[in-house]
């Protein structure tokens, strides 16, 4: 606990120090203001692994298309929000419009052309969101959603969105899932943080043109399937039995 309490002091630190010295970089080119969040994406990886022992492992990384593609995470914690950002190319995250309000992280969120969702218009905002997502593969950048729009903890029951399936079916390109087990070291409403491998696989793209139903239920399939493995595996490795437990919400 004293090793998670310090690790979270030195993470916001580092966050508001990336913030207020790379302010600068909300006018200039935007490929600058990305760079700039792999920097404190991996700035935050190193910390956590210096202060708590918390590591990170990849595995599949062959299984990325060489074209643009619709990336479907597990979201279990809020590690996933910045440490996916190095693997996938120029990524353009699909997130709350409601983020995009907040000073100097919306202000980037919008400068690094992520895709802003309001949740409010419903099917017009899934409309916007695919013309959106449509635009940002143009550009060569991967699409990256998590499908169950929220956090949720390791073991939980699949609660897939629609949104995942608009993007598929109007991006036309292939769907990486991607499986972790990152909540079972950084639970969600907690400070506290474990030691131990988050571990982030990336599956086999499903190919474009599936029916939506087909498509949902292998998405779902994939992903929860690898990421229940995962979450044995992290299990065992510090030493539980069943998922740590969480605050109450």
Partial sequence: MLRSLIFLIVFY?????????????????????????????????????????????????????????????????????????????????????????????????????????????????????????????????????????????????????SGVMALYEGLERPCVPVALNSGMFWPRRSILRRPGTIVVEILEPIPPGMPRKEFRNLLIERIDTASERLRQEAAGEIGATESPKVAVE
């Fill in 13 to 161: 630190v580092n966050t508001a120090v990336f913030l207020l010295f790379g302010s600068p970089l909300l006018f200039g080119p935007r490929s600058w203001a990305m760079a700039g969040l792999r920097a404190h994406a991996r700035a935050s990886l190193w910390w956590l692994r210096l202060i708590v022992g918390t590591k990170m492992e990849v595995r599949g990384l062959e299984n990325l298309p060489d074209g643009a593609a619709l990336i479907a995470a597990k979201h279990q914690s809020a590690w996933d929000t910045f440490a996916l950002i190095p693997l996938f190319r120029d990524p353009a995250m699909v997130m709350k419009a409601e983020l995009g309000h907040i000073p100097f992280y919306g202000w980037f969120s919008r400068k690094f052309e992520h895709i802003l969702v309001r949740r409010d218009k419903a099917a017009a905002a899934l409309r916007q969101m695919v013309r959106d997502a449509r635009d940002r593969a143009g550009q060569g950048r991967d699409i990256v959603i998590f499908p169950e729009g929220t956090r949720r903890p390791p073991g939980a029951a699949p609660d897939y969105k």
